[in-house]
C-alpha cells in the first residue's frame, strides 16, 4: 500500500539531487521510472526510465510501458498562472515512445499500463505540450500555464512514460522541474485602435485578477 503524498509548497524545484518525494508508479512494466545516477543535466542525479532498476538508462524495446512520476503541489489561496520548467532528454521512437505532462487533481492516481485522459482525469485535468521525444541532448521546456481552477487546492504534477513494442533508443530523463507563480499574470489579445497623432485607445484580455496596468 502506499500513503498520500505531502503536498510540496509553491513556488517549487526539483533537481532530484536528494529527498525528492515524488510517487513512481511503475507496476510490473519491463521500464520503469527510477531516480539515480545514470544520467543528469548538473548535479549527478535525475528521473529516468530504466530496464534494470535505475543502473543505465536502457529500455527494452520489445515490451510495452506506461509508468508514471507524480508529485503533489499545494496552491495558495488564489492563483492566476504559473511557469513550468524542466529539462528533457528523450531519444525514443519518435513516433511511439515518448513522454507526456499532465496537471491533475489530486484525487486522480495514475494507474500503470493506462495512458491517462484528460476526461477521465476530473475537472482541471490537462496535458502540457505534446509527446516529448526525439530530443537532441538536453533541452529544456517552459510553459504558462493557467492554473486558477487549482486555487486552494492540490495538483498533480505527472510524467507518463509510454513506449510501445517496436525499436527505441534511451534515455528518457527528466531534471531540474521548477513550477513558479507568475504574481502578475501577462493579458492577451492586445489591440491598438484608433491611433491619432497624440492619442490611442488599447485593449487586451486580462489574464488573472489584475486590477492595475502600467503601459
Known amino acids: 500500500f502506499s500513503t498520500t503524498q505531502?503536498?510540496?509548497?509553491?513556488d517549487y524545484s526539483q533537481d532530484f539531487e536528494g529527498v525528492h518525494g515524488w510517487?513512481?508508479?511503475?507496476?510490473?512494466?519491463?521500464?520503469?521510472?527510477?531516480?539515480?545516477?545514470?544520467?543528469?543535466?548538473?548535479?549527478?542525479?535525475?528521473?529516468?526510465?530504466?530496464?534494470?532498476?535505475?543502473?543505465?538508462t536502457n529500455y527494452t524495446n520489445n515490451s510495452t510501458?506506461?509508468?508514471?512520476?507524480?508529485?503533489?503541489?499545494?496552491?495558495?489561496?488564489?492563483?492566476?498562472?504559473?511557469?513550468?520548467?524542466?529539462?528533457?532528454?528523450?531519444?525514443?521512437?519518435?513516433c511511439c515512445d515518448?513522454?507526456?505532462?499532465?496537471?491533475?487533481?489530486?484525487?486522480?492516481t495514475p494507474t500503470a499500463g493506462t495512458q491517462i485522459n484528460a476526461g477521465a482525469a476530473g475537472a482541471g485535468a490537462f496535458q502540457v505540450g505534446g509527446n516529448f521525444n526525439d530530443s537532441s541532448g538536453w533541452e529544456t521546456e517552459l510553459n504558462v500555464l493557467d492554473l486558477?481552477?487549482?486555487?486552494?487546492?492540490?495538483?498533480?504534477?505527472?510524467?507518463?512514460?509510454?513506449?510501445?513494442?517496436?525499436?527505441?533508443?534511451?534515455?528518457?530523463a527528466i531534471d531540474n522541474v521548477s513550477l513558479s507563480l507568475i504574481t502578475c499574470p501577462q493579458p492577451i489579445d492586445l489591440v491598438i485602435n484608433d491611433v491619432e497623432q497624440t492619442t490611442a485607445e488599447f485593449g487586451?484580455?486580462?489574464?488573472?485578477?489584475?486590477?492595475?496596468?502600467?503601459?
Open 204 to 215: 487586451w484580455a486580462n489574464q488573472g485578477t489584475a486590477t492595475e496596468w502600467e503601459i
Open 6 to 10: 505531502v503536498a510540496a509548497a509553491m
Open 148 to 172: 486558477s481552477a487549482y486555487s486552494g487546492e492540490v495538483m498533480r504534477l505527472i510524467f507518463e512514460w509510454r513506449n510501445d513494442g517496436s525499436i527505441g533508443t534511451a534515455p528518457a
Open 98 to 108: 515518448y513522454v507526456r505532462v499532465w496537471v491533475v487533481p489530486a484525487s486522480f
Open 23 to 56: 510517487s513512481l508508479s511503475n507496476g510490473t512494466a519491463a521500464n520503469q521510472w527510477n531516480v539515480g545516477t545514470a544520467i543528469a543535466n548538473g548535479g549527478t542525479q535525475s528521473l529516468y526510465v530504466s530496464n534494470d532498476n535505475g543502473a543505465t
Open 65 to 94: 510501458s506506461v509508468v508514471h512520476a507524480y508529485r503533489d503541489i499545494q496552491m495558495p489561496a488564489v492563483v492566476d498562472q504559473a511557469t513550468l520548467s524542466f529539462d528533457y532528454n528523450i531519444d525514443g521512437e519518435n
